[in-house]
């Protein structure tokens, strides 16, 4: 008995060590499991004052830009947005893959009817397989032009950069100015029918800067050490704008965009077009002149429209112990300006985007689709539509201007498309015949056809679970080329080639990029040329995709993809929560 006790015992204790031993990853992956992160975004009317001009301004917890986000990549993330502004809002987090919770993504009704005013939301969602820079906005109307900050991802804990860890990192943040306020703006040319009035300014972090009136105090500076390496986070939230940025007698490395890691490369300049994020090495010099440097941005622009032709510039100021405070110290040094581009150097914009590869190696891989199950060929520019009966509008020959994707102006529908979809009660909110390719061709970026008017309708592409979707952006020339940032929710793509003038199914496909193309969310449509890009549609759910020059958007440049579920419940989306604000 007493040898059949300890066999027993000894079988117990070996049980128990196999378990310890089998549970040790599930140990491994808790210790690195996320964690819940919480904040309260409170949407409040500040008066704010620039350019010599104040006004009331809509804002998140009384800032311009408002708070970042920070999450470890793994991370779930709820932040309960309070509504006390005169405007119904959304926010969307611009970049998050939102894998299943497409309630959380923000688009005003596409993923959810607007918060009022005096209600709230939960916005509640996971990071999952991202680390990187985003940034967050409003998605309602202009609501973005003051409604908007950065999302910081860090790696996993344990898990480095790959490249040299900074000194620091410091979010830098373009944005637009307006002395008037921007809902009047818009609200404006889409009654007129013609452009909408240009911002007054650029600015860096919420502040104009030294070169316009009256904003010499309202500078961004950027303290720093010499010798030490510091990871700017560059965020172009600008409404309207694509734009160049350099820092003055300074060199830097590009290391990440839209929160995926590329090999890295030395530039003097960057370009982003709104939306879109860039993370930089800056080292700084072992022994810098006696001088302040500017950090410049200014616009790329390429259509026929007016724009905001200014500079907005902040100030990068090393640290000099025997100085009492950094404003003294301006007037001691020389000030250095950068070397800009000049306004539409496309040739400039075609190389950078050209050097951006993605890493493609073991621990980040670029998963491609290297097969393509669906193709679409989709053509993106302006149009007119007609001018309504007894009124004068101000677009081409009496019309109004308008945009659009296969010649379909997107209007939205006043219920949320993705409570439609769940419910399956679709009519009368959208349908699912969005043409695949362009109902008229022609030839898109040589003399413009006859007839420029567009069709209006609230239409759709349904895609099935897992499906590789591979889609052509073709710009148009109607009423002139110009660079068309498109920005798709829900997903990144791979950006596998571009070219100038019309698409060549025949011979462009050749040229494409299978090995290690830039993987990202915002992808320039180069002004008066095409680019391809593929997917994979393994998120179900409702995405929007749309042109992240708000006034494109406003007048329809946008479509919706809408994938349906898988079969294995994590390729399901989940039910809408309790709280989802109500049309």
């Known amino acids: 008995m007493d040898s059949l006790m300890r066999a027993m015992a000894v079988m117990s204790v070996m049980i128990c060590v196999l378990s310890a ?56 993330v709820l932040v309960k ?96 100015w307006w002395n008037v306020d921007p809902e009047a703006v818009i609200s404006q040319a889409l009654q007129t029918g013609g452009a909408p009035n240009v911002s007054d300014a650029y600015t860096i972090n919420g502040h104009p800067g030294p070169l316009y009136n009256c904003s010499a105090k309202d500078t961004f500076r950027l303290m720093v050490e010499p010798g030490k390496t510091y990871l700017l986070r560059l965020i172009n939230a600008a409404l309207n704008d694509e734009l160049f940025f350099s820092i003055a007698n300074h060199s830097l490395t590009v290391v990440e965009a839209d929160a995926i890691y590329v090999k890295p490369f030395s530039t003097n300049v960057v370009v982003l077009a709104p939306g879109q994020t860039t993370n930089v090495l800056l080292t700084t010099k072992s022994q810098p002149a006696n001088a302040t440097f500017l950090m410049s941005a200014r616009p790329y622009a390429t259509g026929p429209a007016t724009f905001d032709n200014s500079t907005t510039a902040g100030i990068l100021q090393y640290h000099q112990t025997n100085l009492t405070s950094p404003s003294s110290s301006t007037s001691k040094f020389r000030l250095l300006s950068p070397t800009l581009p000049t306004i539409n150097d496309t040739n400039f914009v075609t190389s950078f985007t050209q050097k951006l590869k993605s890493l493609a190696n073991n621990q980040f891989p670029a998963n491609v689709p290297q097969k393509v199950d669906k193709q679409f060929f989709f053509t993106v520019g302006l149009g007119t539509s007609p001018c309504p009966k007894n009124q004068t509008c101000q677009g081409p020959n009496g019309t109004k201007l308008t945009a659009s994707i296969n010649n379909v102006s997107f209007v939205l529908p006043s219920i949320a498309m993705l409570q439609a979809h769940f419910s399956a009660k679709l009519a009368g909110v959208y349908t699912t015949d969005f043409p695949n390719n362009p109902p008229f061709p022609f030839n898109y970026t040589g003399s413009p056809p006859n007839n420029t008017m567009v069709i209006s309708g609230t239409k759709t592409v349904v895609l099935k679970f897992n499906t590789s979707v591979e889609v052509v952006l073709q710009d148009t020339g109607i009423l002139g080329a110009e660079s068309h940032p498109l920005h798709l929710h829900g997903f990144n793509f791979f950006v596998m080639g571009q070219g100038f003038g019309n698409y060549d199914p025949s011979k462009d496909p050749a040229k494409f990029n299978l090995v290690d193309p830039m993987e990202r969310n915002t992808v320039g449509v180069p002004s008066g040329g095409w680019v391809a890009i593929r997917f994979l549609a393994d998120n179900p759910g409702v995405w929007f995709m749309h042109c992240h020059l708000e006034v494109h958007t406003s007048w329809g440049l946008k479509m919706a993809w809408v994938v349906m579920d898988g079969k294995l419940p994590n390729q399901k989306l989940l039910p809408p929560p309790s709280d989802l604000p109500q049309c």
Not at 23 to 43: C, D, M, V, W
Not at 98 to 124: E, F, H, M, R
């Open 81 to 176: 947005v309070v509504n006390h502004a005169q405007y119904n809002i959304t926010i969307h987090w611009h970049g998050v893959r939102q894998l299943q919770s497409g309630w959380a993504d923000g688009p005003a009704y596409v993923t959810q009817c607007p918060i009022q005013t005096g209600k709230t939301y939960v916005y509640n969602f996971t990071i999952t397989g991202q680390r990187g820079t985003l940034l967050w906005h409003a998605h309602a109307s202009w609501l973005r032009s003051t409604v908007y900050g950065a999302i910081v991802i860090l790696p996993k804990r344990h898990v480095p950069f790959p490249f040299p860890k900074p000194h620091k990192d410091i979010p830098i943040i373009f944005g637009e």
């Open 21 to 76: 031993m089998g549970s040790l990853p599930q140990l491994a992956e808790a210790k690195h499991a996320g964690i819940t992160r919480h904040y309260k975004f409170n949407i409040v009317a500040e008066n704010i004052r620039r350019l010599c001009h104040t006004k009331p301004v809509v804002t998140v917890n009384g800032q311009v830009p408002g708070p970042t986000l920070v999450a470890r990549e793994g991370d779930r």
